[in-house]
């Protein structure tokens, strides 16, 4: 029943009522079918998503037109807010519908948009790949190849306006590869402060850096400051553990 005391200790993030004989499905719908306060990239992750699952479900109950008439219109917002394997799916869905309607211009319009959102998955996911593998590589090189650490920042950055988690994950690695003394610490700070303003947990990610952020401290024996980080720490992972 884990999701379900996720969203017990969690009400104002769920919005639901407090009802212990919900059940683990019941929790799961409660999730996917949330609403997002988060900020304006969150907001629109959700909506994109949560169109996709009405698609897909509309088509499941036979509303085949109504669900093809919304899928063209938000495969334009899911390619811009780069959500590849969404824009994907609906054109696989969308081949389907106008093969069935006997539209073979729409068919050969929407393959050529798989085809387009494929590429890009299969770019996306080779980039994640090399991001993470080089930020791994230069934590255990000395000296570090600043000239390609920032062309890979420069990557990365790119990603930044469209992406609330694993980009700036990877940019604040990056950024923390290429500094040192209080730059160093105000980076670990800056990392801490985003991931902790977010709407949803993301604990991982604030020990994460929080850890990072420690070692600094004793490095340098600012050990008052490594104790207040290191008990601020438990609270959030005994915290997190609850859930």
């Not at 719908?29 to 997002?36: I, N, P, Y």
Request: proline share 1%; hydrophobic share 35%; charged share 25%.
């Amino acid at each position: 029943m884990r999701v379900l005391k996720i969203i017990q200790a969690n009400t104002e993030i769920f919005n639901a009522d407090q009802n212990e004989n919900q059940t683990e499905l019941e929790a799961i719908k409660t999730v996917a079918s949330m609403s997002c306060e988060g900020n304006e990239i969150q907001k629109k992750d959700f909506e994109i998503r949560q169109t996709h699952t009405a698609i897909c479900n509309l088509i499941s109950l036979g509303f085949r037109d109504t669900a093809a008439d919304i899928a063209v219109k938000l495969i334009p917002e899911a390619e811009e807010s780069q959500h590849y394997k969404v824009a994907q799916d609906l054109c696989d869905r969308l081949i389907k519908h106008f093969f069935h309607e006997g539209n073979i211009e729409s068919v050969h319009l929407y393959k050529t948009l798989y085809d387009k959102f494929t590429d890009l998955l299969s770019y996306e996911h080779e980039s994640m790949l090399l991001y993470g593998k080089a930020i791994q590589n230069y934590k255990h090189l000395h000296p570090l190849e600043t000239d390609e650490l920032e062309t890979l920042l420069n990557a990365i950055k790119k990603k930044l306006p469209v992406d609330n988690l694993w980009y700036h994950f990877y940019y604040y690695q990056c950024k923390s590869l290429m500094s040192s003394g209080k730059e160093l610490e105000k980076i670990y700070l800056e990392a801490i402060r985003y991931f902790e303003k977010l709407h949803f947990n993301h604990t991982s990610f604030i020990v994460y850096f929080s850890k990072r952020l420690i070692q600094y401290y004793e490095k340098n024996n600012e050990l008052k400051k490594a104790k207040t980080l290191i008990q601020k720490q438990k609270i959030l992972l005994n915290s997190s553990s609850n859930n």
